[in-house]
């Protein structure tokens, strides 16, 4: 039963173009977080997805930044005109429901972005 | 006041000993709580959860939970210097929506 599934691993963009984060989740899952890390600082929430919806984009900055999670294929994040402060790891982790008792959430190995 | 609430550290800990992780939350009904290791460089990694008031243990670790006192803990036996990294502690939302992270702990355990 594989993981989470992130690609690419790395990722180097230079200003101004656009970056595509992918994210699979787990067998079974199908609830979708994004976070964002800087280095030496914390998990920073992003936005939570359902299929087809977005649940909740209270972490997602106003511009450039968008994500979905079509009914199939893999959930994307879609970072357009990065600049160098878009430099970060995103993990994505899946669950199966949504919070509930005895759900627990998973990580993917995560992309590192470096824009140049 | 943050959601989820962990002292950064350092915490330093000798090789073998008792290293104690602590967390409070904010919101009173919150009902699920989970510890992550996150190596640095590498992504977290679920180590416990825990759900109900009073202790669970796994090996080495023991989650405590006090939910009258908003209180999460972590404890790791016979610290090992494998062991050293960035221990997460996390809650899922009141409605469920999000699962929010304290900053982190950094642990170093000491040969």
């Known amino acids: 039963n594989a993981g989470v599934m992130q690609n690419p691993r790395h990722l180097v963009r230079r200003r101004g173009q656009e970056a595509r984060l992918r994210c699979s989740p787990m067998?079974?899952?199908?609830?979708v977080y994004w976070y964002r890390q800087l280095p030496e600082e914390g998990l920073k929430f992003m936005v939570y997805l359902q299929k087809e919806n977005i649940i909740d984009e209270s972490g997602m900055p106003k511009e450039r930044f968008s994500a979905e999670f079509p009914k199939e294929g893999p959930s994307i994040l879609r970072i357009q005109q990065v600049v160098r402060g878009d430099s970060a790891a995103y993990f994505c982790a899946s669950s199966p429901r949504a919070g509930a008792m005895n759900t627990e959430a998973f990580f993917g190995q995560g992309t590192r972005l470096t824009v140049v | 006041q943050k959601e989820v609430e962990q002292n950064s550290g350092p915490l330093s800990v000798p090789e073998g000993a008792i290293a104690s992780l602590n967390c409070t939350y904010s919101d009173r009904v919150s009902q699920s709580f989970f510890w992550y290791r996150q190596y640095s460089g590498k992504s977290p990694e679920l180590i416990m959860s825990i759900y109900s008031n009073g202790d669970k243990e796994d090996g080495r670790f023991t989650a405590q939970l006090n939910k009258a006192s908003q209180y999460v803990s972590l404890l790791i036996r016979d610290s090992q210097p494998s062991d050293s990294a960035t221990y997460l502690c996390a809650v899922w939302g009141n409605q469920g929506g999000k699962l929010i992270f304290g900053q982190g702990t950094e642990l170093s355990v000491k040969p």
């Open positions: 067998k079974g899952h199908s609830h």
